[in-house]
């Protein structure tokens, strides 16, 4: 697949060397069979500017302060969204108690509601200062998008939100035919789908606008 690719880079590069424009190169490797995504990757790798020879665009690269950035940033954001839905089901739990609970349980989600509190107070405005902080490095260098930790990241978290939503819609539908439905549940159930839609739907939203940039 690598030499593949590297084939790909070295004819687009030839045959703008040759003075080809680049709807002739896209057209020409669109009936060869390649995929337009590996097409526009390839074309987009050499800025279009009138030069003898064909400028290569500056490339991402990984670096490990790039790396610490984007996981203190997706662990922030995890570790703050886990915990805001624990505090919401302890106030839910404390709304509409089970009439089974003893004292004991009562106190357990008193301790939970102060450890997901501290949490919330302390991993969302962490996520919040990264975020800011990466948001102008992707202003002064927008290559920088094409980070492959940050779509690695990005995708990940995407499909733990969509495992989130399916499990609770899944989780849903089972209480529903069941006959099991209560408030407490269906609130429990509301609160988990709006955190990982929300989520789910901010980086979906900002990968589809990239592509439209590219």
């Known amino acids: ?52 020879i064909p400028v290569p665009k500056p490339r991402p690269y990984l670096s490990a302060r790039e790396a610490f950035l984007y996981l203190v940033l ?6 703050a969204a886990w915990h805001l839905g ?12 089970d009439p089974a609970s003893d004292v004991y349980a009562f106190r357990r989600v008193g301790e939970s509601i102060r450890w997901s509190t501290a949490s919330v107070i302390i991993a969302f405005p962490v996520f919040l ?44 539908v089972y209480n529903l035919l069941g006959g099991e439905l ?8 509301l609160v988990a789908a709006i955190i990982a839609g929300t989520i789910f739907g901010y980086y979906l939203t900002d990968l589809r606008r990239e592509e439209k940039e590219a």
């Open 1 to 52: 697949m690598a030499a593949a690719t590297q084939d790909l880079e070295l004819f687009v590069r030839d045959a703008l060397a040759r003075g080809q424009s680049r709807s002739v190169i896209e057209t020409t490797l669109t009936q060869a069979g390649w995929p337009p995504e590996q097409i526009r990757a390839a074309l987009s790798a050499y800025a279009d500017l009138d030069f003898p």
């Open 86 to 97: 624990s505090l919401v089901f302890d106030l839910i739990n404390r709304a509409w108690p």
């Open 129 to 172: 200062f990264v975020a800011r902080y990466l948001g102008k490095e992707l202003a002064r260098n927008p290559v920088k998008r094409l980070s492959a930790v940050r779509r690695w990241l990005t995708y990940l978290t995407l499909f733990v939100a969509a495992a989130v939503l399916i499990g609770d819609m899944i989780t849903l």
């Open 182 to 189: 209560t408030i407490r549940f269906v609130l429990k159930v």
């Open 74 to 79: 997706f662990a922030s954001l995890y570790w």
